[in-house]
């Protein structure tokens, strides 16, 4: 994406260095607070660890540097911070049970949730203003083409009304990935199959996170519904190209 043409809370979300480490350690808190929830972790602990738990991007990079792998940095300069903050005795608690992407898959549902409420505002606006531009112009005449040659009369309001529509369409198949594709997460372990871990601290843990536990997984949260919002995403994409072309050809 050309920097001047990105939207600021876009560009905070998938470029600012933090963000991403952000989202693990929320979910490696919501984690922390399935197991109070079970009764097995103290509170203290869980409030130990959120509190003082600090992701210092610097010092990941530093880790990554020598581990070669991001999520074991990330860990290590997390309980780094918890020995500096003086509660250091709580460091091995934090990430234990966890495989990688029972904090990667989560952390990436919730970034895709807020991304796509941002897009979903701006095809809402996007419909409202081809619906009144359309009442507008309802009675402003041009010439219809077909096969690109003219054709029949035709109104400016009947065209915009045609992409107010398919930008409903939209916006009802994006709120569908929403609500039913980008809900689920996993926390279930190396494989899947909670082995070495009480299943509890998932429902508890992602219902924190306003997540809902898929019904069957491996050790990562199965790609098509990854695969259902691009689809999604490429129709609506597929639907504003036609809209500017024809502009950009009146």
Known sequence: MIERY???????LWLRPAAKYEEWKKVEDAALWGRTQIGELP????????????????????????????????????????????????????????TSYDV?????????????????AELIKLERILRQKAEE????????????????????????????????????RLRHVIDEELCEAKMSGAV???????????????????LRPAMAETQILQR???GALVANLAIMAGTIEQICFTFWLL
């Open 192 to 210: 899947g199959n909670y082995a070495g871990m009480n299943p509890a601290i998932e429902r508890y843990a992602l219902e924190f996170l306003g």
């Open 6 to 12: 990105l939207r600021d809370q876009m560009r905070d």
């Open 43 to 98: 509170p203290e602990v869980y409030e130990a660890i959120k509190n003082h738990g600090r992701v210092v991007v610097q010092r990941i990079e530093e880790f990554e540097r020598t581990y070669d792998h991001d999520m074991n940095a990330f860990i290590a300069a997390v309980q780094e911070s918890l020995e500096k903050a003086g509660v250091g005795e709580v460091k091995d608690e934090f990430h234990k049970f966890l």
């Open 137 to 172: 112009h309802k009675w402003t005449l041009m010439t219809a083409r077909t096969h690109g040659q003219v054709a029949l009369p035709s109104t400016f309001g009947q065209l915009l009304l045609v992409y107010a529509h398919a930008i409903s369409r939209s916006i009802r």
């Open 224 to 226: 098509d519904r990854h």
């Open 104 to 120: 990667e898959d989560p952390a990436l549902m919730l970034r895709l949730r807020y991304a796509m409420e941002l897009i979903l």
